[in-house]
Every structure is written in C-alpha cells, then in structure tokens.
C-alpha cells in the first residue's frame, strides 16, 4: 500500500511539472481565426543556432570588424538605451534571455471591414519555455515601472489568464512621417497594450478580442483558430513543411476586399476608384502570399509564393508570370557579369493584358494612351517613314524573351556604382524594325538632336541624345551629355547607356567571351530554385559587388549616408538621433579581410496552376564554417 501510494505521488508530482512546462502549442492553433498577417519564428533557439552560422552574421563579428562593429553597437546603445527605458520601463535586452521557443507577430482583422469603426489589432506571443520565473520576474517589474513613471496599470482576466492592461500617449502616433495610414482608423484602444502570461507564453496585444482568442485557445477553447483556415492550411502543406526556421502567411483576400471598401468611401475627387484599379489589377484574385526561410550545410534558402489561381489570374500576375520556357545565361552573357536576369514573358500577350487592365480601371486613359501612340506616329511620319506604326513595329515585333545584365563599374565611388555599364535585350520576332521603332521613338525625347546611325561589324547602332543632366550626389558638377545607344543582332534588340557595353554584345559572336553559365557552382544552386527551365532565372555576384561598396563606401564614407537617408526620417530620427549618425565606414576593413564571407545568390520563378512561386538561394561559401 506505501509502496502504490508512493508510486501515485510520483506520478501526481510528474504530472504537475509536466503541466507547468507543457509545449506551448505552434503559432497557427493559437492566433484566431480572422489572422491577416502572421510571421512567426516557431523555434527562437533554432533560429539562433542556425544564424550564428549565418555568413553576415560571422562577418558581423569577425575580428576584422571589431572597429566598425564597437563603433556602432556604442553609438546605437547611447542613444536607444534611454529611451528605451523611457518607452518601456526597461531595456530590451533585458528580455532577449527569454527568447526560447516560439516568437510570432500577428495583426488580426478586429471586426475590421474598412469603415472607420474598427481597426486590425497587433498581437505579440513569445514563449519563454524553462524562463517562465524570469518573465514573470520582468513582467512584475515592467509595471513597477509603469506605475513609478505615472502610467495607470489595471487588471483584467480573460479566459482564467490575468492581463496587465496600461494605456499609452495618443501622441505616439505622430512619430510617422505622414500621420497614420489613411482609412485605417486611428482606434484609442490601439493605443493599449493587454499584457499577459500563461504558463512560459507572453501575450501582448492591442485588443481586447485578439488576446481573449489566444487565452481560449490556450484553456482549450472550441473557438476558430488560424489552422481552421482553409487557405491557410493549404499554403501550410505546400510551403512549410519541415520545419523552417521562419515562415509568414499574409491573408490577401481579406484584406484587399476591407480595403478596396475603405478607398471606395473615400474616392472622393479621384478619377477612378482604387477598388478599380485593385481588381483590374489582380490583387482582389489572390488568395494569399506566403514565405519561408530555411538554412542548411549548403546555403540559406527563402521562398515566396503567391496563391493565384490560374483559373482567375488576370492583371498584374498575368502580365508577369514566367512562361516554363529556357531561362539559362545565353552563351554571350560574359562571367564577369555582376548581375543577371531572364525572364520568359510574352511581350504580345502581356501589353493586350496592360490595356485590358488599364480599360478596366478607366476607360478614358486607355484614351489617353492610344493618342501618345498616335502623335509618336505622326511624329515620326513626318521626320521620313510615312508607314510608321508604333504598335506594328515595336508591340507586335515583341517576342517572349527579356534579358539583362550589368557588369562592373570602371572606378571605385558610389556615382559609378549607380551609373555601372548594364545591356538590356527584348527578344523580337523581327529585331531590326523593333529596333528602329524604337529609334523613332527616342527621337521625340531626345535633346533635340536627331538620333544618330553608324555601322558596327555589319551592324547598326541608333545613338538617341538627352539632355544634359548634372551627376547624382556631385554637388556642383556640370551638366554632363548621356545617351541610349540601341541595336539589333541575334533576334534581340539591345540598348545601354555604354557605348562599349553594346558593342561587345554585337561582337560577343567571336567566342571569345566565357559565358556566365561556366560559373563555378552556378547549375548546383540554380537546382536549389528550380533549374533553369520555369522561365525566370537570376544571378547575382554578392563577392564582386560588395567588394564594390565597400571599396566606395571607405573611399567617401560621407557619401555613404546618402543609402540611409530614408532612415534619417521619422521614425527612425528625432531630435537629431538618425541611423546614419551612428555609421562611420571609414572604420570598415579592407574588403580581402571579409570577401571570404560572400559568393553569390541566384533566383529562379515558376508558374504554376496554383500560383506564382519565387525562390532565392545562395549557396554557402567555401571554407565559412
């Protein structure tokens, strides 16, 4: 009998421990029903684990970058840490011990319909796992904090779970550049937070409906769960299976349709309705857009699909589906190209495809439309080509093939980066009417000089002259000519800005250029996308073009703040306090110290029945453990 006693004790006391550190159940059985967005990270550890593998972030923290990386971390610590103690009643960091398990951001629709009686609510879960005592412990003294600072701190119970509720300044809202988002009500209650714990899970939330839908889920309520989501479910299935370390779930259909209502309330003075322009568009037809983010021994991976049924793609996803049709580096693509994309689209179907739309939305600016065709065609009629006919010569020339690549600039300044050598083709079924077509074209905005002709190995190269422009970022610079130079060779037209640049391309013929296909590891990591054959493929030489900007960036490390000007605005600025005050690249080693570190990344598209599927990888680089 002690013996039978014991034993039921043992088991009463596993049971109770088992209880307090049960599995909080995945993000998708505790959000409700009505998610609109979710991103969740289901396992933090792994994540982390997973990162500190991650090259950027063995760069980050490479001995090489000390100086830079110091520099940084004391700045942003001077000037964050305050304010967030100010903002939160505590430092941030001091939750990052926490992060164990789960860690999922959701907004919900809220009753959200698009009128201004309601508004999407946020929703924060992070499962602290065997740190449930040290939350508790900084959940108690984030109040503390509260109270100490004046704030109003109140209780309230949903479901059995107690929620610290406190109310935040109506003034938050005017750290966005332009106030609010139009049509998205600004809610009082938006700017209260539900602060709650259940077991090792935190539950924050700006409504009172979106956390009181977690906690039943978690007492085991019968109530409709994100999982219950048919689409959701299906996206689920297809695109996050085993285990990603990061994955999102955007409801689109939900949402476009609240919001199509919300701008059609307030078209107002608007020539057409934006619930118009979404339709014709495509975007009420899609059903959702997905993403997931995996990372193993041969690279990182991520992918995001759209769920557009071909049934009813229409628009914008028919205009830019991929056709499952060669997408491989043509032989004169040269291997020192920095950037490469083609991309198999029936230029044809696609224009009838952009005015059926633009017909859609309102039928007056297809109009509008077909009258600057028919001035381009008076125009050139009378310059010396009375048969001239915009849409017969350049829109029913086009083919099905669009290829670019850009190779790498000749100095070392952020100015030449942005103006690096590029060659742009469109596949024609007839190239050299295409090509004067565009000729043409360009005559009526060029500087006013009639474009210019010459001969190349056989060839014609069209020069169309602008105006003169001053150079980006060179205060004071004088106006400086530039000019679309224009071919047609091997069923292409082709146009850059280099006159160097298309004139390799019409002489790429020699065999003398190696093609970009012979990259080594260039058909192993385009398999981790797809392959070649879906109609989109790309490339891109992370290596070379980092190796670019830093070189740039430490030449003129004052020009460098120019790339993070939109973080100098709210809200990221106040009072003086913006992201690039606190980036000084002149600290930045020299690049041979941390090049081992890049590769490249490739990206490949497909269209299927269901959807529209894009996929990025970039394979590990050599000798990075």
Not at 109 to 116: C, E, I, K, M, V
Not at 462 to 469: A, D, E, G, V
Not at 520 to 528: E, I, K, N, S, V
């Amino acid at each position: 009998m002690k013996l039978k006693n014991f034993l039921t004790g043992i088991v009463l006391f596993l049971t109770v421990k088992l209880s307090v550190f049960a599995a909080i159940p995945p993000a998708e059985e505790l959000l409700p029903a009505d998610t609109l967005l979710v991103i969740t990270v289901p396992d933090y550890q792994a994540m982390h684990t997973a990162l500190q593998q991650f090259p950027l972030w063995l760069l980050w923290n490479d001995a090489a970058m000390k100086p830079f990386h110091d520099d940084f971390m004391t700045k942003w610590n001077a000037k964050f840490s305050a304010s967030q103690q100010q903002n939160f009643g505590m430092k941030l960091d001091q939750f990052l011990p926490m992060l164990q398990g789960q860690l999922t951001f959701a907004v919900t629709q809220n009753d959200w319909q698009g009128s201004d009686s309601g508004s999407p609510a946020i929703l924060f879960l992070m499962d602290a796992k065997d740190k449930s005592n040290l939350l508790a412990t900084n959940l108690a003294a984030l109040k503390q904090a509260w109270r100490d600072s004046g704030k109003t701190v109140r209780t309230e119970t949903f479901q059995d779970i107690k929620f610290s509720v406190v109310t935040f300044s109506t003034n938050t809202t005017a750290t966005f550049p332009a106030g609010p988002p139009q049509n998205v009500p600004t809610d009082p209650s938006q700017n209260t937070l539900y602060i709650g714990q259940y077991k090792s899970l935190l539950i924050v939330g700006t409504s009172v409906k979106a956390v009181e839908s977690v906690a039943a889920h978690l007492n085991g309520g019968a109530n409709p769960a994100l999982k219950d989501n048919a689409q959701f479910h299906a996206d689920q299935l297809a695109h996050f299976y085993n285990s990603p370390l990061c994955y999102g779930w955007f409801n689109s259909k939900t949402f476009f349709a609240a919001f199509s209502q919300a701008q059609s309330a307030s078209s107002g003075a608007m020539p057409f309705a934006w619930s118009s322009v979404m339709e014709a568009a495509g975007l009420d037809d899609m059903n959702s857009l997905s993403f997931n983010y995996r990372q193993g021994r041969d690279g990182t991976q991520m992918e995001f699909f759209a769920n557009v049924p071909a049934s009813s793609r229409k628009g914008i996803f028919k205009m830019l589906a991929p056709e499952p049709k060669d997408a491989n580096p043509p032989p004169f693509v040269p291997a020192d190209a920095v950037k490469f994309s083609r991309w198999r689209v029936d230029g044809q179907q696609s224009w009838a495809e952009f005015e059926k739309t633009l017909t859609a939305i309102s039928p007056a600016a297809l109009t509008y439309l077909n009258s600057l065709i028919g001035m381009a065609n008076a125009n050139a009629q009378t310059q010396g080509d009375p048969n001239f006919d915009l849409k017969k010569d350049l829109i029913g020339n086009l083919g099905d093939d669009w290829i670019s690549y850009d190779k790498a600039p000749a100095g070392n300044t952020l100015q030449d980066i942005n103006n690096a050598p590029w060659l742009f083709l469109i596949g024609a079924n007839n190239a050299d009417k295409a090509a004067l077509a565009i000729k043409a074209l360009g005559g009526m905005m060029s500087s006013g000089t009639p474009p210019q002709t010459r001969d190349f190995l056989g060839r014609k190269i069209y020069t169309i002259s602008f105006p003169s422009r001053a150079p980006a970022g060179a205060k004071g610079a004088a106006p400086a000519a530039h000019s679309l130079y224009c071919s047609s060779s091997g069923g292409y037209v082709a146009l850059s800005m280099d006159a160097s640049t298309i004139e390799n391309y019409l002489r790429s013929d020699d065999g003398k250029t190696k093609p970009l296909s012979q990259v080594p590891g260039l058909m192993d990591a385009a398999q981790h996308v797809g392959g070649m054959g879906n109609g989109l493929f790309g490339y891109q030489n992370q290596r070379e073009l980092m190796r670019m900007l830093f070189t740039a960036l430490k030449n003129d490390p004052s020009a460098g703040s120019a790339l993070f000007s939109p973080l100098g605005a709210a809200p990221f600025a106040t009072a003086g306090n913006n992201f690039q005050s606190m980036v000084n690249f002149a600290l930045l080693p020299d690049y041979d110290r941390v090049s081992k570190y890049f590769t490249f990344t490739v990206y490949g598209g497909d269209t299927t029945s269901e959807g529209i599927d894009l996929k990025f990888f970039d394979p590990r680089a050599p000798g990075v453990n």
